[in-house]
């Protein structure tokens, strides 16, 4: 029986996805597993049992992912699951950019009263008026789960697309139409396109990227829209640019105090997942991997271990250890049960950063023993009994 707890609600189509050997519980120190979405889990005293965190979504900054590692805790977050949900919002964003669709909104509200609206619309409607979308050049800096599926559907709506992503996935690749023109440097972007949209994970790498150098080398009239991450972009300098005519709007998913009120930037409040489907989507990925990793040691889409997949484990036992990367921890591992007589029918090892994942398949159950010696090796953060 594996016990669970929610930080946040979590869609019930997601939940049902656990059988009678799950339990949920109000309490995280009785829980092997937590589902979380935006709850901050920084603060939080993680339990000697705690197993694995599921993220129902991408971003994982409210989670402590080092403490996590090097407790032998694995952040699951589901990629993709919200995909289609921020793409729409996207395009809604480039939409809303050419055409002052709010603005035509207010001014109704603002009239509505007036019997003679219908006349007064005819006359007022030339400051509303905008540009069409078709035929215009788009650019595309990160070719994940959401840039692919804004690139397909941007080239239906008749747009010119440029995409840039050095570490472009080979999935990704299968599901990226053809017509995207592949750049390699992303000052072809810069330089070319009429909209640029910012869809990268938040690293060191690639915050503030969108730059006061970056945007002067972009066409006058620039649109940019992020629906990723606020720090992505040095929005004081954007907000400068719209002043000197620059950048035409800046769409944002991300209220904040440097953004929220001014002049040409349109501000959501993080509506890109908001969506009933995306937050299905999720839940459903958040427990399938949970319940895997739980009931069988396997890790998809961890963002603090590697992903390690050794299937449904037909031997004796099953025996996974976190550890450190570096060299000769395998020997170590494999010494101890050589001298517990003990044979390793099968095992697969990965790392990802600092940390890394073994799994080995045995023919006769580990003694306690032998799990204590594992445990007492250095570098060791974690053995876990799985079968």
């Not at 395009?91 to 509200?109: H, P, S």
């Not at 992303?186 to 938040?202: K, M, Q």
């Not at 606020?230 to 035409?248: C, F, N, S």
């Not at 459903?284 to 998809?300: F, H, P, S, T, W």
Request: net charge negative; aromatic share 6%.
């Amino acid at each position: 029986m594996y016990k669970y707890t929610c930080l946040n609600p979590i869609a019930q189509v997601g939940l049902d996805g656990f059988d009678a050997n799950y339990e949920k519980t109000d309490d995280i120190n009785e829980a092997q597993g937590v589902l979380v979405r935006s709850a901050s889990m920084h603060e939080t005293e993680l339990p000697e049992g705690l197993l694995a965190v599921a993220r129902a979504g991408a971003g994982v900054n409210n989670i402590p992912l080092d403490k996590c590692a090097e407790k032998g805790i694995v952040v699951f977050n589901t990629p993709g699951a919200n995909a289609n949900g921020v793409k729409e919002l996207v395009i809604a964003g480039m939409l809303m950019a050419c055409r002052d669709i709010v603005g035509g909104i207010e001014w109704v509200k603002e009239v509505a009263g007036d019997d003679n609206i219908a006349k007064a619309a005819e006359k007022e409607k030339k400051k509303f008026a905008g540009t069409e979308i078709e035929g215009k050049k788009l650019g595309i800096i990160g070719l994940g789960a959401i840039g692919v599926k804004v690139a397909n559907a941007a080239l239906h709506l008749g747009m010119e697309v440029y995409g840039y992503d050095p570490y472009l996935s080979v999935n990704a690749a299968w599901n990226l139409s053809r017509n995207v023109k592949h750049v390699i440097d992303v000052n072809e972007i810069y330089e070319n396109c009429d909209f640029i949209t910012i869809h990268v994970p938040l690293m060191d790498s690639t915050r503030g990227m969108i730059n006061k150098e970056a945007i002067d080398k972009m066409k006058d009239g620039v649109i940019l829209l992020n629906y990723a991450r606020d720090v992505l972009v040095d929005e004081p300098a954007v907000i400068e640019a719209i002043k000197a005519g620059k950048v035409r709007k800046y769409m944002t998913d991300f209220a904040n105090p440097t953004v929220a009120g001014q002049e040409g930037c349109v501000v959501t409040p993080h509506l890109g997942a908001s969506t009933e489907e995306s937050e299905d989507n999720c839940a459903v990925m958040a427990v399938a991997q949970l319940r895997d990793y739980l009931e069988n040691g396997n890790i998809k889409n961890s963002v603090n271990y590697p992903a390690l997949d050794m299937g449904i484990c037909a031997d004796a036992g099953r025996v996974a250890v976190f550890h450190k990367n570096v060299a000769n921890m395998i020997t170590k591992f494999t010494a101890v049960f050589g001298d517990a007589g003990v044979n390793i029918s099968n095992m697969a090892n990965k790392s990802k950063g600092e940390y890394a994942y073994t799994i080995m398949d045995l023919e006769a159950i580990p003694s306690e023993d032998a799990l204590a010696k594992l445990r007492g090796i250095e570098g060791v953060f974690r053995v876990r009994v799985v079968k």
